[in-house]
């Protein structure tokens, strides 16, 4: 059975229709709702308008979201600070921290080509070693 969800105007309508007089037995029977969800929405809701209870919620939302982000940046922070001892100037070194991360901080690989400059190409390429060797060692000479 699919929860229902009411909208800020309906709630406001079922708190203000049982403050006009109704029982609170009638009005929660006619909207579909138990009385401890009654109970719950006073609680939260009482003396609002619905423009207050959307508010809140859009506030709700940026809040989360702004946790999140502080929790990701607070993450990458102490990823840096642990790495930060090791110069990374060359890819390979990059490459061998960015695999640390991975492992000891539970990061994605983007994330962490992310925290220390490197891009997921320069992290993925593998080396031809074969044209490292002298010219003449393949002619048998």
Not at 15 to 21: C, F
Not at 87 to 114: G, T
């Amino acid at each position: 059975m699919r929860k229902a969800r009411f909208t800020e105007h309906q709630i406001i309508a079922v708190l203000k229709s049982v403050e006009a007089g109704r029982t609170v037995k009638d009005v929660c029977r006619e909207a579909g709702i138990s009385e401890a969800s009654y109970y719950n929405w006073k609680a939260n809701f009482g003396g609002m308008e619905a423009s207050d209870i959307k508010k809140m919620k859009d506030l709700e939302d940026e809040n989360r979201r702004l946790k999140q982000m502080f929790a990701d940046l607070s993450h990458e922070c102490r990823a840096l600070k642990d790495v930060i001892e090791k110069k990374a100037l060359k890819p390979a070194i990059k490459r061998e921290l960015v695999s640390y991360l991975i492992v000891q901080f539970a990061m994605s690989l983007r994330q962490a080509c992310r925290t220390l400059p490197l891009s997921r190409t320069v992290f993925r390429y593998q080396p031809d070693t074969r044209r490292d060797e002298p010219v003449g060692a393949d002619r048998g000479g």
